[in-house]
């Protein structure tokens, strides 16, 4: 009997110290299982939205491997190393934005890039990422929920970056950036009151923004979203074509590649911002709601990490991460179903695209190491 007492606590430390490789790489399962079904499903759909490209394919394959490193990458990084780096990056992420006024590299009448040799990039997607950090920084060291004064300077923080990529012109990535960084301040508790006041304020703002800052095609992508039949062939060409689109496919598709409108090409930027309308065709209501349901898990597994965070800025960083991504789904699904302005916001890890792919995936990435994280930071 005393010979097999000894045994048990040897059993139990064998099993403990069993290989796991989620552990090792700090990855959180239940969120690289659904990162892994996104970009599957998400390049199965992509095949057909490109008409059978395989270099296109095989292009945002090397995307999808080289988010996957990153994301390992910065699920590694110690949370408190973000809040230490957020105000240099913010500031840097800053400057870049006003360079890009100066230096930018134009395309399609918006100036969004800066160009050094061969490689271009947008400063607005480090912004996306710093942004929530920074303001989850600054609250985490105040007093929750957040006073006014503390309100008003973290609205001055995100308004300047808004925008200046508002003026680019890119409206679609400058309300990802304030939505991010809003629900940052709604997750330190903010009264509704001021919930109310910034509706408020969002509605009187509207005004000088209408008359002074949107650019005239911006204008009419909000007029003909309230009647598209206006310009049938012009303006409301996108919103008609992807409401067809959606509306043939039934519940059960016409068929994986049987899609009349992304096949015979008229239905437009069906790879990147209208690529649900694709699928919703071929796939049909079923296979609109099986995606529904992986970001919807996604959510809710970022938000349980938030809940669960060992600190104030871990719990604030992660729900702004979860929300965002809410954002993301929500404005492109919004926007191809005709219920709100197109504004060029890519679906997340379907739409074709390099920079936002490895973007999300670094922000999973973030979304792990708060998952992660034992240590007490900024209480």
């Not at 105000?87 to 969004?112: I, N, T």
């Not at 079923?286 to 990490?305: D, S």
């Given at each position: 009997?005393q010979d097999?007492?000894?045994q048990l606590p040897l059993?139990?430390k064998?099993t403990?110290s069993?290989f796991?490789?989620?552990k090792?790489l700090?990855i959180?399962?239940?969120?690289?299982l659904?990162?892994l079904?996104?970009?599957?499903?998400?390049?199965?759909v992509?095949?057909s939205?490109s008409?059978?490209?395989l270099?296109?394919l095989?292009?945002?394959?090397?995307?999808?491997l080289?988010?996957?490193?990153?994301?390992v990458?910065?699920a590694n990084?110690?949370i408190?190393?973000?809040a230490?780096?957020?105000p240099?990056l913010?500031?840097?992420?800053v400057?870049?934005l006003?360079a890009v006024?100066?230096f930018?590299d134009?395309?399609?009448?918006?100036?969004?890039?800066?160009?050094i040799?061969?490689f271009r990039?947008?400063?607005?997607?480090l912004?996306k990422?710093?942004l929530?950090?920074f303001v989850?920084?600054?609250?985490?060291?105040?007093?929750?929920p957040p006073?006014?004064?503390?309100?008003v300077?973290c609205?001055l923080?995100i308004?300047v970056?808004?925008?200046?990529?508002?003026l680019q012109?890119?409206l679609?990535?400058?309300?990802l950036?304030?939505?991010s960084s809003?629900?940052?301040l709604f997750?330190a508790?903010?009264?509704?009151?001021?919930?109310?006041g910034?509706?408020?304020s969002?509605?009187?703002?509207s005004?000088?923004?209408w008359l002074?800052?949107l650019k005239d095609?911006q204008?009419?992508?909000?007029?003909t979203?309230?009647d598209?039949e206006?310009d049938?062939?012009?303006?409301?060409?996108?919103i008609i074509q992807?409401k067809t689109?959606?509306g043939?496919g039934g519940?059960?598709g016409?068929?994986?590649l049987?899609?009349?409108q992304?096949?015979?090409?008229?239905?437009?930027e069906?790879q990147?911002?209208?690529i649900?309308?694709v699928?919703?065709e071929?796939?049909?209501l079923?296979?609109?709601?099986?995606?529904?349901?992986?970001?919807?898990?996604l959510?809710l597994?970022g938000l349980?990490?938030a809940?669960h965070?060992e600190?104030?800025?871990?719990?604030l960083?992660?729900g702004?991460?979860?929300?965002?991504f809410f954002?993301?789904?929500f404005?492109?699904?919004?926007?191809?179903?005709?219920?709100l302005?197109?504004?060029?916001?890519?679906?997340?890890?379907?739409?074709l695209?390099?920079?936002?792919v490895?973007t999300l995936?670094?922000?999973i990435?973030?979304?792990?190491?708060?998952g992660?994280?034992?240590?007490?930071?900024?209480?």
């Amino acid at each position: 009997m005393q010979d097999v007492q000894r045994q048990l606590p040897l059993e139990r430390k064998s099993t403990s110290s069993r290989f796991d490789v989620t552990k090792i790489l700090n990855i959180d399962l239940p969120i690289m299982l659904i990162v892994l079904m996104l970009t599957v499903y998400g390049s199965v759909v992509l095949y057909s939205a490109s008409g059978k490209d395989l270099d296109l394919l095989f292009r945002q394959f090397k995307f999808y491997l080289l988010g996957y490193v990153v994301m390992v990458f910065s699920a590694n990084i110690p949370i408190n190393w973000y809040a230490r780096w957020s105000p240099l990056l913010y500031s840097v992420g800053v400057l870049l934005l006003f360079a890009v006024f100066f230096f930018g590299d134009g395309a399609k009448g918006a100036q969004r890039w800066l160009k050094i040799g061969d490689f271009r990039f947008q400063p607005s997607e480090l912004i996306k990422l710093v942004l929530p950090m920074f303001v989850g920084l600054y609250l985490s060291k105040q007093i929750l929920p957040p006073r006014l004064p503390n309100l008003v300077l973290c609205l001055l923080v995100i308004l300047v970056p808004t925008i200046l990529i508002l003026l680019q012109p890119d409206l679609g990535t400058s309300i990802l950036v304030f939505s991010s960084s809003a629900f940052v301040l709604f997750m330190a508790g903010i009264g509704w009151w001021y919930v109310s006041g910034a509706f408020v304020s969002l509605a009187l703002g509207s005004i000088p923004l209408w008359l002074y800052v949107l650019k005239d095609y911006q204008k009419q992508r909000i007029l003909t979203l309230l009647d598209p039949e206006s310009d049938k062939l012009g303006a409301g060409w996108n919103i008609i074509q992807s409401k067809t689109a959606i509306g043939s496919g039934g519940w059960s598709g016409k068929g994986w590649l049987a899609g009349t409108q992304s096949q015979l090409d008229f239905l437009p930027e069906s790879q990147t911002d209208f690529i649900i309308a694709v699928l919703a065709e071929e796939f049909g209501l079923r296979g609109v709601l099986i995606l529904l349901i992986l970001y919807l898990f996604l959510i809710l597994r970022g938000l349980w990490i938030a809940f669960h965070a060992e600190s104030s800025f871990g719990r604030l960083l992660a729900g702004g991460i979860a929300m965002t991504f809410f954002i993301y789904v929500f404005v492109n699904m919004g926007m191809v179903a005709g219920l709100l302005p197109v504004v060029g916001v890519p679906l997340p890890l379907f739409s074709l695209g390099g920079t936002s792919v490895v973007t999300l995936l670094f922000s999973i990435g973030i979304l792990m190491a708060v998952g992660g994280d034992k240590r007490v930071f900024g209480k």
